[in-house]
């Protein structure tokens, strides 16, 4: 019974901390990832603030965000990605449906690509499913999604991914570290400024300090990402924290 209650509290321990956390883009989830969860809140409507600092071989970019989540079923984002051109991201994701611990959800990326520059539109739909696992006897979160974009000029219009996570050293971080993994052929954005999946997909790998409540309904949490790390040109070190107001 002991051994049942501990491992029960692993796996809302891996709920809470994905959900809780945002992408490069602004949204619920990994690293470049989505997730099929919602940021949770219980009373009123959860509000989230995310700023990421990015380095790369292009130099460094900055993105801050701000996502709100209504009724742990649908959240939005706006973020913006300032690196050498000014980019526009606004996502959408509504959570369908929830059976035991399997959450499907839709979900869409707009982005206006360099704003006052190139003003270039593009859209991302996408379908993602997120469940319990079990890594190596260890409990995770694993996430499918397929998805398709539009934009002009694009090698690939057929996006697909796979993200898991799952805690890192237990024992010495007492279940409070995991570790991400996510890969496919789709990046935080269509044009993103580190980590672009364009060419041959891309890998990344992260760690995720899970959320402390320091106030009242207040969270605070930090991620350490390596972005493509097969690819030199893409290859990228990303720093970020959220602050999640779940009322």
Not at 84 to 91: M, Q, V
Not at 107 to 115: A, D, F, P, R, T
Not at 188 to 205: E, H
Request: charged residues 15%; neutral net charge; contains cysteine.
């Amino acid at each position: 019974m002991k051994r049942f209650l501990a491992v029960s509290l692993i796996l809302l321990a891996c709920s809470v901390s994905l959900s809780a956390n945002t992408t490069l883009a602004g949204t619920s989830g990994y690293i470049v990832v989505p997730s099929a969860e919602v940021t949770p809140s219980t009373n009123a409507s959860a509000v989230t603030t995310a700023y990421s600092a990015t380095f790369g071989t292009s130099g460094a970019l900055h993105i801050p965000a701000l996502q709100l989540a209504f009724k742990d079923t649908f959240e939005t984002s706006l973020a913006v990605d300032i690196a050498d051109n000014t980019d526009l991201l606004l996502n959408a994701k509504w959570r369908f449906s929830k059976k035991g611990t399997t959450s499907l959800a839709a979900g869409l990326l707009g982005q206006w690509s360099g704003v006052s520059d190139t003003n270039q539109i593009s859209t991302q739909l996408y379908l993602v499913s997120t469940f319990d696992s079990s890594i190596m006897d260890h409990p995770s979160k694993t996430t499918l999604l397929v998805g398709y974009s539009l934009m002009k000029g694009m090698n690939s219009d057929i996006n697909f991914a796979l993200a898991f996570q799952t805690p890192l050293l237990e024992k010495t971080f007492k279940g409070k570290v995991d570790f991400l993994m996510d890969f496919g052929n789709v990046s935080y954005s269509a044009t993103p400024s580190a980590g672009n999946a364009d060419i041959r997909g891309l890998v990344n790998v992260g760690i995720r300090l899970l959320p402390i409540e320091f106030l009242k309904s207040t969270f605070i949490s930090v991620d350490i990402r390596a972005l493509d790390l097969f690819d030199h040109q893409g290859r990228a070190l990303s720093l970020g924290a959220s602050i999640s107001f779940r009322p």
